[in-house]
């Protein structure tokens, strides 16, 4: 099985996060670029966590779950339960069904993992559910799966 990898237009691994991808600017979802998908995948999952989080460690921004194979990733996924030009559901992560980008307290730095998942199979899974359930779920269907991260600060100068 080949290995995973995943980059994004809007930073590099390890890099900043523009302000346009996170919730102190427009709260866009960045885009991404998925290369050696498995030719026996069925479907696409991405989580966000916050990794710096002092008080809930990974504390998880993002879930989406069910996004139809393809390479390419498009930014601004659009808001709701079900995105259907990927024909995917959105979980509830940070208390709603959605994207919401990195947010930290002001001048503390923040480190962000996109997390992505290649499953061998479609998740009966409802669109209340969250990370946990998502993982449970896709216990034992997670063909691959690769991480981009990024840090942001807020009021970075």
């Known amino acids: 099985m080949e290995i995973l990898n995943v980059k994004s237009k809007a930073f590099n691994e390890g890099g900043w996060i523009p302000v346009k991808y996170t919730a102190r600017g427009a709260d866009l979802s960045p885009d991404f670029e ?42 601004g996924i659009s808001h709701g339960r079900y995105v259907g030009d990927l024909g995917a559901t959105q979980g509830v992560a940070y208390g709603r069904n959605k994207y919401k980008g990195p947010k930290p307290p002001l001048k503390s730095i923040h480190t962000y ?32 799966q690769a991480k981009l991260s990024g840090k942001f600060q807020s009021r970075r100068e």
């Open 113 to 144: 993992v996109f997390t992505i998942y290649i499953l061998d199979c479609m998740l009966d899974l409802a669109a209340r559910s969250k990370k946990r359930e998502f993982l449970h779920k896709a216990d034992g269907h997670i063909l691959q």
């Open 34 to 75: 998925i290369i050696n998908i498995s030719p026996n995948a069925k479907s696409i999952a991405i989580t966000l966590d916050d990794a710096s989080h002092p008080i809930f460690p990974n504390y998880n921004h993002w879930v989406i779950w069910n996004i139809a194979v393809r390479s390419i990733i498009p930014e």
